[in-house]
C-alpha cells in the first residue's frame, strides 16, 4: 500500500491542503507516513483524529507509519498517543 | 407567540439535521454510543417543543420514535438495517410533521399511522422512555461565578480554543508548555466534538483539553496563562475533587492494544479511560464551547444589504470615471482615497457574501432522502457518499439546486444504476454507490454527482436522437457530443421513461435552472464505469470580477475566472485552416481563434490586430478570443439581462459601467461550445442555450 507523506510542516496552512489529499484518498485503506514531519501543530492532530473517525465510519484502516520524532513529541505534548490515531477496518 | 413558534420551527430544523446526520452514522457498524443519545435528544427536543405549542399529532409521533430510540441506547435492541431503515423513514416522516405543522397543513394521517403500526410492533408498550429527562439540560459556565479555589490536591482546567486563537497566530502547544510549567501536569486530550473528516472544517476546531495541574496551584496563575488569549477559548477551571464526569477522553495514560489485536474501535470511546472518573459523579460546570453570540436575520434584510453593496460598486466605477475624466487620475491622494473606497467596498461585498453563504449540507442532506425513495421505488440496493458537504454557496442557491439535484439524483439512480442481478453479473457490488461531491474549484463551485453504473448507453442515446429527429440520421458525433444529447429538450419523453425520474422533466430543464444560476453541467461517462455530471457555479449571483474589453465601439465583459491568459500573437503563432478559421499555437498547443466581433456580429477591426484572450471553459474546452482591446479588470454588477430584455446567445448577464452605459457580460462556455458547425454539436450548443 503506498503510504502517503504527511508534511514537513504540518502547519495550519498544510493541513487545509492535506485534508483534501486525505479526502481524495478516501473509500481505501491508507497508511500515512509521518517520517519527515519536523514541525506540527494542534489543527494536525486535529485533521489526523477527524480522519481516523472518516476511516472507521468508512470501514478501512487508517495507519501512521515512521513517525519522526517531532511528530511523536507534539503528540506527548498535546496528549494523544499514536495508536490513539489509528482506525481498524473491521475484521 | 408567533415568534417564539416560527423560533422552535427554526430550531426544529437544526435538530433534524442533526437527526439525520445521526442516524446516517448509526448505519456505520461501529457507531458511537453518543451517536444514539444525539439522536434520542434531537427527536426528545422535538417533542418538548411541539408540546409546549399544543402540537398533539407531532408530539405522539415523536414519543414512539424516542421510545424505539430508548430501546437501542439501552442496548435492549440492535440495529439491524431494517431498523436502521425504519429510522429513516420515521425521521422523513417527523420532518413531514413538523412541516406540517409550520404551515398549519394536514400530513398524510396514513402514513403516520403506518409507520406508528410498525414503531408499536417493535416497543413494548409498557416501556417508556426511561429517563426523558435526560442529560442535555444545558448548562453555561460562568466564570464570575467559580468558586474561590483551594489548592490542596491541585485544579483541573478545562480548555477549549475557538478558530480564533489559530487564527491569531496562536498555538495551544504553547499553553500547555506554559501550564506544565506550573506543576505536575496530567494533559488529556477531548475528541468527543471531532466529526468525522466529511464534515471537519479547520475553521470549527473542536478539540479540548483537560488539564490536572497537581500542587499548590492557583486560580489566578492558571488565567494568567489565559491572559491574553481568554476571548479566544472557553475555560473552566475547578478543583480536581470537582473533576467532571466524561466518558469521551482519549487519555494518554491508557495503555491500548496494539492495532492488530485491537477491536475496531468507536471514534470517541477509543480506550476504556482509566484515568477518567466515574460516570456518576456530580457533573461540574461544563465546558461547553461559547458558540459565539449569533442573532437570526431575516434574508430580506441581507438582500438589501447586498443590493445597496452593488449599487455601491457601480458607483464606485462610476466615481472612477469621473475622476478620469476630470485629470485627477494621477493626483496620488485620489488615487489612494479612490482605492480605499474600492477595497472597503470589497471587504464589505465579502462580509455580506459570508453571511448568505450556506454550506451545501443542508442540499446534500435532502438528498439522502431522496436516494432512499428513489432506492425504494427502483428495487436498486443504494447508498450515497456526500463528499465535501461543508463547501459554501449563496444561499439563493442553496434554495435553487434542490430541484436540478433530485432530479439528477433519481436519474443516476433509475438510468445510471444498473440493476442488482446485473450488476453481480457484471462483477460490481450488488448494492450501487452515489457520490455527491462539492468543492471549491477556481472561484466557482463545483458540485459532482456520479454513480458506479454502467455509463451512457451511446448507441441508444444516438438511436433515441435520430428517432425523435433531433439529430440526422448518420451524424458523425464524438462521444461526448452524444452525451450532450441528453440535454436536447425532447429527448426524454414521459411514455419512455421510467415513473420515478421521467415525470415530464427531462435533463433539458436541469441544465436550463442550472444555467439560470450562472452555471454549467457537464457530462463525463465511461462505458461500464459509471457516469459523472458535474455542475460548475459561480460564488455569488451578484457580482464578479470581470476584464473589461472593447468589441468595435462595445464594452463587454470576460469572467475572469475563464481567463487563462492574453497575448499579442506574433504572425508566426497563427495558422490558417479552412475558410478563415485560425489556429493559435501556444505552448505546444494549438487553440482554436474565435473572432468576438464576428460572433456579436458587430463591425470588425480593418486591422488583423488585438489581443487574444486565451480561455477554457468549464469543460475544460479552450478557445482564443479575438478581441479589440483590453482596458481594465474590475467588478461588476450582475444585472439579469433575460428579465429585463431576453436571452441573448453567448452572453449571460448584463452590468453597468462607470459611464452609465450597459455592457454585456460575455458566456465564454456557450461561446467554445458553439465553435463548430458540427450539427449534432450545434444541437447541443443550442440544447445549452435553453
Known sequence: MHALPLPETFDRKAVAQFAQTLMDHRGGDAVLDASAVTRMGVPAVELLVAARKQWLVDGHSLRISDASAAFLSTLDDIGVSLDLLHAEAPA | MDEFREMFFVECDELLEGLANGLRTMEAPNFEKETVHAVFRAV?????????????TLVTFAHRFETLLDLIRSDRMDTPPPIIALLHRSSDCLSDLVAAARLATEADQSRVDALLAELDALIDDDDGPADTSFEFTPITLDFNAAPAMAPAAGLQVQMKPTFDLYRSGNDPLALLAALRKLGETTVTLRTDGVPALADWSIERPQLGWDIRIAGAVTEADIRSVFEFVDDCCTLSISAIADEPATETFLPLEVAVPGPAAAEPQPADVAAAPAAAP?????????????????????????????????????????????????????SPDVVAGLDSIRQLAGDIQESVMAIRAQPLKLVFQRMHRILREAADATGKPVRLVTIGEQTEVDKTMIERLIDPL????????DHGLEDAVTRQRRGKPQEGTIT????????????????????INRPKVRQIAEDRGLIAPGSNLSPSEIDQLLFLPGFSSKDEVSALSGRGVGLDVVRREIMALGGRVMIDSVEGKGTTFAIALPLTLAVLEGMLIQLGDQTMVLPITAVQETLQPDQSMLHGVGQGSQLLANRGELIPIIDLCQTFGLDEPESEGGVLIV???DSRKRAAFRVDGIFDQRQVVIKSLEQNYGRVPGVSAATILGDGKIALIIDPEEIILSLSNDHGRHMAAMASNG
Open chain 2, 406 to 413: 433530485t432530479h439528477m439524483i433519481r436519474n443516476s439512480v
Open chain 2, 436 to 455: 455527491l461531491s462539492a468543492a471549491h474549484r477556481s472561484g466557482r463551485v463545483q458540485i459532482e454527482i456520479s454513480d458506479d453504473g454502467g455509463g
Open chain 2, 44 to 56: 426528545h427536543s422535538i417533542k418538548g417543543g411541539a408540546a409546549a405549542f399544543g402540537l398533539t
Open chain 2, 278 to 330: 466515574a460516570v456518576n459523579r456530580p457533573a461540574p460546570p461544563l465546558a461547553e464551547p461559547a458558540q459565539g453570540a449569533t442573532i437570526r436575520v431575516g434574508l430580506e434584510r441581507v438582500d438589501r444589504l447586498m443590493n445597496m453593496i452593488g449599487e455601491l460598486v457601480i458607483k464606485e466605477a462610476m466615481l472612477s470615471q469621473v475622476i478620469q475624466t476630470a485629470g485627477l487620475h494621477e
Open chain 2, 615 to 617: 480561455v477554457e471553459s
